[in-house]
C-alpha cells in the first residue's frame, strides 16, 4: 500500500477537488455558500466528529489534528484546502503554512477563514463597536484582535468565548431549549461588554446552525455576520488572482462527504442543512500511515 506521503507525492500537481475541513458540522455554512459561488468545482468535505469540538483544546493537539486532516484531504488529491474552521485556523493555519507545507508540496494551498472576515468586517459597522462570539480557542489566541489591529485599527472589539454553543450543534440540540438559555446568556455578556456593539462576527463557522436562536435573542440594530458568503467571495477573488490554482480544481459538481464518526448521523444532519441528500464515508485520519 502506498505511503501517505506517497500518495501526496503522486497526486502532485494534478488537478484535484477542493478540500474543506472542519473539527464537525460547522464547515458545512461554508461549503454550502463555497458551492453556490464554485457550482463546477468537485469538493471533499471532512469532518472530524469524532474528536470534535476543538474549541477547549490545547494548541498542540489542534495543529496536530488539522495537519493530520490536511495531509489526509493532499493524499485524496486536493490541490486547495480551506480550513472552514475558526479553531483550526487560529491554531494551526500559520504553523501549516510556514512550516508542514514547504516539506509537503510547496504548490498546494491551505487557506482560512479569519484574514477574509477580518478584511469583510468594516463595512458592516456604522460606529466601528464589534462583537466577536468565538469558541474557548478562537478567542484566546487574539486572532481576530491582531488581523483587526493590522487591517482596521480603529475598530473596537470585544470578544466573548461561548464555550457551550458548538457541543449544542454537535449534538443536535440547537433547535432545543438548551440553546435558547446558553444563546441569550451569551448575547446578553456581550452587550453588557460594549452596549454600542452594532455589527457581531460569529466566529465559529458551527453558529450559523444556532441563527435562528441568535436573531431571536440580538437586537435587531445589530448586523449578524456569518462567515460562509465573505470566506466565497474571498475564494473567488484569490482563484481570479491566482489562474494556475483555478485549474489544479477539477469541475465535476461532486460532493464527498467524510466522517470520523457514526457516517449515518452525519448524513442526516448534512442532508438537512445542505438541502440535498447526503451520503457520508467514515474514514480514519488518526493512524494512517505516513
Ligand atoms: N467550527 C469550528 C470553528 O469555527 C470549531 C468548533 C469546535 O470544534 O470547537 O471554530
Known amino acids: 500500500m502506498t505511503s501517505l506521503k506517497g500518495r501526496i507525492r503522486e497526486s502532485a500537481g494534478i488537478p484535484g477537488p477542493v478540500g474543506v475541513f472542519d473539527s464537525g458540522y460547522g464547515g458545512l455554512t461554508i461549503l454550502r455558500e463555497i ?5 463546477q468545482a468537485d469538493f471533499i468535505y471532512l469532518g472530524d466528529n469524532a474528536r470534535a469540538p476543538y474549541g477547549n ?3 498542540d493537539l489542534v495543529y496536530n489534528f488539522t495537519l493530520q486532516a490536511v495531509e489526509y484531504l493532499f493524499a485524496q488529491g486536493c490541490q486547495l484546502v480551506i480550513l472552514a474552521c475558526n479553531t483550526a485556523s487560529a491554531k494551526a493555519l500559520r504553523s ?3 512550516r508542514d507545507l514547504p ?5 498546494r494551498r491551505v487557506l482560512g477563514v479569519i484574514r477574509p472576515t477580518a478584511e469583510a468586517v468594516a463595512s458592516y459597522t456604522r460606529n466601528g463597536h464589534i462583537g466577536l462570539f468565538g469558541t474557548p480557542g478562537t478567542v484566546a489566541s487574539r486572532s481576530y484582535d491582531m488581523e483587526l489591529a493590522k487591517l482596521h485599527p480603529d475598530l473596537v472589539l470585544s470578544s466573548l468565548p461561548c464555550p457551550m454553543w458548538v457541543p449544542l450543534v454537535e449534538n443536535m440540540e440547537a433547535d432545543g431549549e438548551g440553546a435558547d438559555f446558553f444563546v441569550k446568556r451569551e448575547i446578553d455578556r456581550l452587550l453588557h461588554i460594549d452596549p454600542q456593539i452594532d455589527a457581531v462576527i460569529l466566529g465559529c463557522t458551527h453558529y450559523p446552525l444556532l441563527l435562528n436562536k441568535i436573531r431571536k435573542y440580538m437586537p435587531r440594530e445589530v448586523t449578524v455576520l456569518s462567515q460562509g458568503d465573505i470566506v466565497a467571495a474571498s475564494l473567488l477573488d484569490y482563484l481570479a488572482r491566482h489562474p494556475e490554482m483555478e485549474k489544479r480544481i477539477t469541475k465535476g459538481a461532486s460532493v464527498r462527504y467524510l466522517t470520523t464518526e457514526e457516517p449515518d448521523k452525519f448524513s442526516s444532519l448534512a442532508s438537512v442543512f445542505m438541502k440535498d441528500p447526503v451520503q457520508a464515508e467514515r474514514v480514519t485520519i488518526d493512524n494512517i500511515t505516513s
Do not use: G
Not at 35 to 39: C, G, K
Open 96 to 98: 501549516i503554512q510556514q
Open 57 to 59: 483544546r490545547s494548541f
Open 103 to 107: 516539506l509537503l508540496d510547496p504548490d
Open 35 to 39: 458551492r453556490r459561488a464554485l457550482p
